[in-house]
């Protein structure tokens, strides 16, 4: 699973509550893309193993995620399959509201949603 990040997540988060969140997803497998066109020193210092830069999307998949803290962002979310989250903002998933396919109030319960979704995927069948 990789995870694209805009950069606009960070205004939202201490630093130690970020980098934590962000480990949660590195340690259960998922791949960090930030997508920016050049290394953001306030991005490295979380110290995220893993994170890395790419100035576009473009390689999002069925099952990816797309994270952002700015409505506009969820329109620019890459292929089609690639789940967007808008996380601290105003989710209105109503006609002419948010194009994000999802909401969070912040970084952790984003992270709880996407482990969830990972360990319980949509359709997964339940034992009878």
């Known amino acids: 699973m990789r995870i694209f990040l805009q950069p606009n997540l960070l205004a939202l988060e201490t630093p130690d509550e970020a980098s934590t969140q962000l480990d949660y997803l590195v340690d259960a497998g998922a791949d960090l893309v930030l997508v920016s066109d050049a290394p953001l020193p306030d991005w490295d210092e979380l110290g995220v193993p893993g994170l890395r830069y790419a100035s576009d999307a473009s390689a999002g998949r069925r099952d990816d995620w797309w994270l952002t803290a700015d409505p506009e962002d969820c329109a620019e979310r890459p292929g089609r399959g690639v789940r967007s989250m808008l ?36 359709g997964a069948s339940t034992p009878s």
Not at 89 to 101: E, F, K, L, Q, T
């Open 87 to 122: 996380i601290g903002g105003a989710y209105d998933p109503g006609p002419g509201g948010s194009r994000c396919d999802q909401g969070a109030p912040n970084l952790r319960s984003a992270v709880l949603e996407i482990l969830s979704q990972q360990a319980m995927p949509t």
